[in-house]
């Protein structure tokens, strides 16, 4: 059986066959340059990169990761999109030890369109799969790297009447008086999902902290209140 790792290349061929060149230096000024992109969109990725994700499907967690840490590793940004897909479909065959690698990912070519979905995909299973790994989630709150505090805001973005609002509330008080945008956006991000399942909490929460929230949490916190 191949490894899913040695599917890379042929990953790039398909990748290749469907990108569009021209398109490659506005998706990149969209990112504030900070990537190189072969000029793929999205739903052309997904078909390019269908063979591939569905090869994890017999991949073990280590397999998955180091077929994550090679996309990761190459110059165009499609293939950081193309891991993270890998990661969020198999989500479920990562086992605890997964942990630090998915974290190394999210603190490399870090952007929110990778960390986002790290965030709330990947990280947010192996917390709720693996309770002994909250420790490690909460000390991240205190990072002095942003994108992985904005990890562990949104690690449970998908939670839904799960959401542990004692916890949610905890780390958006932490950080509430963070200059930083894509931390002050996550705080309100986070309660603006949470509220779709507890509004009330979420109404009492914001009006309790009033001034100690900046202007945007607050105002992405009520967007639908």
Excluded at 64 to 81: N, S, T
Excluded at 193 to 201: G, L, T
């Amino acid at each position: 059986m191949v490894a899913l790792v040695d599917l890379i290349p042929e990953l790039r061929r398909r990748l290749e066959t469907v990108a569009q060149p021209g398109k490659a230096p506005q998706m990149k000024a969209y990112m504030k340059d900070n990537f190189e992109y072969l000029g793929v969109t999205a739903p052309e990725r997904q078909w390019a990169a269908k063979p591939f994700v569905a090869g994890g499907r017999d991949a073990t967690s280590a397999q998955l990761l180091v077929a994550a840490e090679a996309c990761w590793a190459q110059p165009e940004r499609e293939f950081q999109y193309v891991a993270a897909d890998l990661l969020s479909r198999w989500k479920a065959r990562l086992d605890p030890n997964s942990l630090p690698t998915v974290e190394r990912l999210a603190r490399t070519k870090s952007w929110w369109d990778t960390v986002d979905v790290l965030a709330a995909h990947v990280v947010g299973s192996l917390i709720a799969n693996n309770p002994g790994l909250t420790a490690t989630i909460d000390a991240w709150i205190d990072d002095p790297d942003f994108w992985i505090v904005r990890t562990a805001i949104l690690h449970q973005l998908r939670y839904g009447a799960d959401t542990d609002a004692e916890r949610l509330f905890g780390y958006v008080d932490r950080r509430c008086a963070d200059k930083e945008f894509f931390i002050r956006k996550a705080c309100g991000w986070a309660l603006r999902q949470h509220a779709r399942h507890d509004p009330d909490a979420v109404r009492a929460y914001v009006l309790d902290r009033g001034e100690l929230l900046s202007g945007l949490t607050r105002r992405e916190a009520l967007k639908h209140l």
